[in-house]
């Protein structure tokens, strides 16, 4: 391979990469949008969402991939909707410091129980490996084309849902001002549990794109909380359409970095990216949204 | 006996990685989720040191040094983010800290680990039996106990809770509010490296592995239910649980149960994290004067 398709496709990569990180920082940034707080857990729902589908393609159910789909991101919107009953909406009128430390604590559990039902171990589908696409000495493999095809869709479902419907219109007036969104009579419960619904959701089909594509483990929601809550800081929070140019730029950040550092620090380079953010624009985040 | 001993060596240990989480999030209302990686600067820079022949005094004193000017270095950046990015900032830190030692083979050779930490030895006194390093890390805990009372009491300490309960009001009153919290968290990255100092020449052997995110969340548990913002709180707290944590281990349990065993003590702790949280926020020991829920 020559070195100009090399660079091509290491861009590719990181293109692919941030195309799931997208979807983690747009389930990330719409809770807080929504309730104004940063669900720690929301690293449980991406992994959750690939073990659910890791459960219904094994034993007993042994379902195919397309089959078992929609009940693993069912099942994945029921974890967000029971999160917020059992944790958050107690919690919805306390201060910051508690709602974060049992966010936290939710994560730990989950995290655990994910790792006592399979144990720590990486896993795949096990999915027979397909030929790959070819074009321009790029190779794209299956699961990378769903990757493309199922972000653009979910993007797509995700405007349609926000700034066509009403539904997403009362989310819209929950995000600038939860107690006038209330006394003008908005529906602000259904419009919370929607958007647990849509994070949980985009959560896990990022997990099940990401696990397609590699692995699964029950390490997995961790180390992309924080990638998708560097991508969040550089569309500034809150900021749907920041999330995903957000996750994007860290994606392409990331494989492109590797170039220069050593893979080992791939996953840090996220991490600098947000210092460097900080430093420049240090009151990126006081509470101004940019939308 | 030497159970008992490991056991109170154990908890003195933990009581001072939780009085100086405390200083930070009891006190200041810092939410720091990578409180571990200081605690692993000061065990590898004093176990580094010691190895190389260097005397435990200076392993000590340089593993506190390189512990606070790490939180000196990260709290800069990551102070000038508000409560819960803060706390993404700090967990990030921390991931990326155990990355550094594991691919630093170099220096830290890696997840080998570093085997063979001397046991320590200060003022011509040798600490290698459990009775005498119980002594030593009994010696520090209360000398811990004791400086950061003193800090939290002085006018210093008063000031730290101002700008917690009210930033705005502590501005208008003139303390500058971000310098107080540097400070707050350059105090408590030193104490977290006493711990870690501990730690290593405990142990005797330590590798990227004791240094993760559960580490964290254990010493986080220890404070939020021992009772932030209080003395005792994180002291009761690093008995309850590291009592529970320790004899969990000494149980004679068949093998195939000890692989549960780790994740389902885990899911104990996060639970225990949501429970408290939502049932009685303030901990066991309730702070003087705080309101509930705070």
């Not at chain 1, 700034?163 to 001002?177: I, P, T």
């Not at chain 1, 992309?224 to 994007?248: E, R, S």
């Amino acid at each position: 391979m020559d070195s100009i398709s090399y660079y091509l496709q290491t861009a590719l990569n990181g293109l692919l990469a941030g195309c799931i990180y997208a979807l983690f920082a747009m389930g990330l940034t719409l809770i807080y949008g929504v309730l104004n707080f940063v669900n720690f857990a929301h690293g449980e729902l991406i992994m959750w969402g690939a073990y659910f589908l890791f459960l219904f393609m094994g034993d007993p159910f042994g379902l195919p991939l397309y089959a078992a789909l929609l009940p693993a991101l069912a099942l994945t919107g029921c974890l967000g909707v029971a999160m917020d009953f059992s944790v958050f909406r107690p919690l919805r009128r306390a201060n910051r410091l508690t709602l974060l430390i049992a966010a936290m604590g939710l994560s730990v559990f989950l995290r655990n129980a994910a790792q006592f039902f399979w144990g720590a171990e990486v896993r795949t589908y096990g999915l027979e490996i397909t030929a790959g696409m070819r074009f321009l000495g790029l190779s794209l493999t299956a699961p990378q084309i769903a990757i493309i095809a199922v972000t653009i869709l979910c993007v797509t479902a995700v405007y349609l849902l926000f700034f066509r419907s009403r539904l997403g219109k009362s989310m819209r007036a929950l995000s600038d001002n939860l107690d006038l969104a209330r006394i003008s009579g908005i529906d602000t419960k259904r419009a919370i549990l929607a958007a647990w619904v849509i994070s949980a959701v985009l959560a896990a089909v990022g997990g099940i794109l990401l696990a397609l594509d590699t692995n699964l483990s029950p390490e997995m929601g961790v180390i992309n909380l924080i990638k998708a809550f560097a991508a969040t800081l550089i569309g500034g929070v809150g900021n749907l359409w920041g999330a995903l140019l957000g996750g994007l730029l860290i994606g392409l950040a990331e494989n492109l970095g590797v170039l220069f550092v050593s893979p080992g620090y791939k996953d840090a380079i996220a991490f600098v990216i947000m210092v460097i953010i900080l430093l420049a624009r240090p009151y990126v985040i006081t509470g101004e949204r940019s939308d | 006996m030497d159970l008992l001993l490991h056991l109170a060596i154990v908890i003195a240990i933990y009581a001072v990685f939780a009085l100086s989480l405390n200083v930070e999030i009891g006190y200041t209302g810092l939410f720091n989720f990578g409180h571990v990686a200081f605690f692993a600067i000061g065990a590898y820079t004093s176990a580094l040191l010691t190895l190389a022949g260097a005397p435990f005094g200076l392993g000590l004193a340089a593993g506190l040094a390189a512990a606070g000017l790490c939180g000196y270095l990260l709290s800069i950046p990551a102070l000038k983010l508000q409560g819960d990015y803060f706390g993404i900032a700090t967990l990030g830190f921390g991931e990326i800290l155990r990355m550094v030692v594991n691919n630093e083979v170099w220096l830290t050779k890696g997840p080998m680990g570093l085997p063979g930490i001397p046991r320590p030895e200060l003022f011509g006194l040798h600490f290698d039996t459990l009775p005498a390093y119980l002594a030593l890390s009994v010696g520090m805990a209360l000398a811990t106990f004791a400086v950061l009372a003193f800090i939290v009491l002085s006018p210093f300490g008063r000031a730290l809770k101002a700008v917690r309960d009210d930033e705005t009001a502590a501005e208008i009153l003139g303390k500058n509010a971000f310098r107080f919290k540097i400070k707050s968290f350059v105090i408590g990255s030193v104490f977290a490296g006493l711990a870690g100092v501990l730690w290593a020449h405990y142990a005797t052997f330590i590798s990227p592995g004791d240094f993760t995110l559960t580490e964290t969340i254990l010493v986080l548990l220890i404070v939020v239910m021992g009772g932030k913002g209080t003395f005792h709180g994180p002291v009761v707290g690093a008995v309850v649980l590291i009592f529970f944590q320790e004899s969990v281990r000494f149980l004679r349990l068949p093998p195939e149960w000890t692989r549960l065993l780790g994740p389902l003590q885990q899911m104990v702790f996060g639970l225990l994290l949501v429970v408290f949280m939502v049932f009685r926020p303030e901990g066991i020991v309730r702070e003087k004067g705080g309101r509930r829920g705070d």
